[in-house]
């Protein structure tokens, strides 16, 4: 059993940008991102939204394989994995984005960890299929991973945990986790700000270990 876990979102979190952003400014005409605005509606649920963009994607594989290279890997992360491990935290990544493309990230990084992330596969010229996780208690429809449920199950493995994410969808779970231990920028710290819930802010992910293992976020 586990001292502590730091569950994690992957794009805009251990990355710069996410990759539906930059594969819709980089391979996809101008509407592509209308189904992104579907979901912010409240007409689409993410999964969806995701799926749908992604289902546009006409490109060779290699061409979608450099987008993904370029979505900003925080180059620190091997090392502060390592700090993590040692420190007595497991980390673990929940994801409602595609393991298509954070799995081969994380590979070429040198870096093992937990995913859970939507199931996808990229067909010759295109599109990106992803496709829903099989139910589990760690599922759910609006998201395909049900974050909060991978944080709650982190809670019944360990006395610490600590949640870190940028988007709308991360809200649900980082309230699970005490303050302290909430890392967030972007739109989840707009969606925290806007209900009046504190949270601390990070640059780089590996600002988070480093709070982390600074020790006040541990108590």
């Known amino acids: 059993m586990p001292d502590a876990v730091l569950v994690s979102d992957f794009d805009g979190t251990m990355t710069a940008d996410d990759f539906y952003r930059l594969v819709a400014t980089r391979l996809l005409p101008p509407e592509a991102l209308a189904p992104w605005d579907e979901y912010r509606a409240g007409r689409m649920t993410h999964f969806q939204a995701l799926k749908t963009i992604f289902s546009r994607i006409r490109a060779p594989e290699e061409d979608v ?5 370029d979505m900003g890997l925080d180059p620190g992360l091997a090392a502060s994995l ?8 497991e980390v673990v990544v929940a994801s409602a984005g595609c393991d298509w493309y954070i799995r081969r990230l994380l ?3 040198g870096v093992t960890l937990e995913v859970h992330a939507n199931p996808g596969t990229y067909r010759p010229g295109g599109p990106l299929v992803m496709d829903a996780p099989p139910a589990s208690p760690l599922t759910c429809p609006e998201t395909g991973v049900d974050k909060a449920a991978v944080v709650r199950d982190a809670a019944s493995r360990a006395s610490v945990v600590a949640f870190a994410g940028d988007g709308f969808a991360d809200l649900p779970a980082a309230l699970l986790v005490p303050r302290e231990r909430r890392f967030a920028r972007a739109d989840l710290a707009q969606a925290l700000a806007a209900r009046g819930e504190t949270f601390r802010t990070f640059s780089v992910w590996s600002d988070i270990a480093d709070m982390l293992l600074a020790g006040e976020a541990r108590t």
Do not use: M, P, S, Y
Not at 65 to 69: E, K, R, S, T, Y
Not at 82 to 89: A, E, H, I, Y
């Open 65 to 69: 394989l450099a987008v993904v290279a």
């Open 82 to 89: 390592d700090k993590l491990r040692r420190g007595g935290f």
């Open 107 to 109: 590979a070429g990084a």
